[in-house]
């Protein structure tokens, strides 16, 4: 039956028409409104999970790609890989690629990975880096990353038996603190930046053969708000010498949390309001 009955004062049969309940899926006799709806917030949910690439290369080419610099004397592009070859003891071959940009700290949240291949038996000084900063290198500090730079320091196994830590500063050095050990082999490395809280996170997925990331090494939350970064000097870099090497350097977009929110409100009042309009029609209708 398309109604309910009831009595109006006069003992008359009035006819309301039943309002049918909202509802909470989809099939495939929705209407057209309402599946441009649905395929609109699946498409808000899905760019969340797939943020937008900024950069990714895997040093193919052979060459220098062009979303990078080179800062320091000896980098060679092999085998898909991004070498730092020089062995010189006191660190003088050390060599660092950093992003053209340097506005890294400002161009909203994102994820940055590389994968790093550390050598067994890694001269003294092989020691491989990642992070965000200047990208330059210090000659006062073993040509180890200069300040401001928030970067990963890991050692191979011959080195402080593979001691890992990060750096965290202004100038460098500034304060180390430990991660564990990663020593050689092939490590994944994550660096993680928050825009709106000015934070950092590095995570490094040990002995790394491919797939979902999944981290042995987590650092504390790192304030970086406090390390002079401004819109030219917080290029994402890494490097290193002694034969350390580079693969699949990548940096994805993370949307913020507010943006996907107010999408999604945005999106639920326009099915509310789809929902009212076909309650309209269907009174109108009965």
Known sequence: MGASARFGENGG?????????????????????????????????????????????????GTL????????????????????????????????????????????????????????????????????????????FSFEPAGPSLNLRVNPDNIASGFTSFSDGQAFPGSSTPMGTAGSGIHQLRFSWDFLTRTALFEIDLNYTGGAFVPDLVSPVIDGADNGFDGVNAHLFFGGNAGTSFDNFSVRAVPEPGTVVAGMGALALGLRAAARRRRTAAVIAG
């Not at 049969?13 to 395929?39: C, G, H, N, W, Y």
């Not at 890294?104 to 890694?122: D, H, K, Q």
């Open 13 to 61: 049969d009035v006819r309301t028409p039943r309002v049918e309940p909202i509802p909470t899926s989809f099939s495939m006799q929705s209407s057209p409104a309402k599946l441009r709806l649905a395929s609109a917030l699946f498409a808000l949910v899905s760019a969340s999970a797939h943020a937008q690439l900024l950069v990714q290369e895997d040093f193919s080419s």
């Open 65 to 140: 790609p062009s979303s990078l610099e080179i800062v320091g004397p000896s980098v060679n592009f092999t085998g898909g890989l991004a070498v730092f070859p020089d062995p010189q003891f006191n660190g003088s071959g050390r060599t660092y690629l950093r992003t053209v940009s340097g506005a890294f700290a400002n161009l909203g949240s994102y994820v940055a990975e590389i994968t790093l291949i550390m050598p067994v038996g890694a001269p003294v000084l092989g020691t491989g880096f990642f992070g965000l900063g200047s990208g330059n290198r210090n000659p006062s």
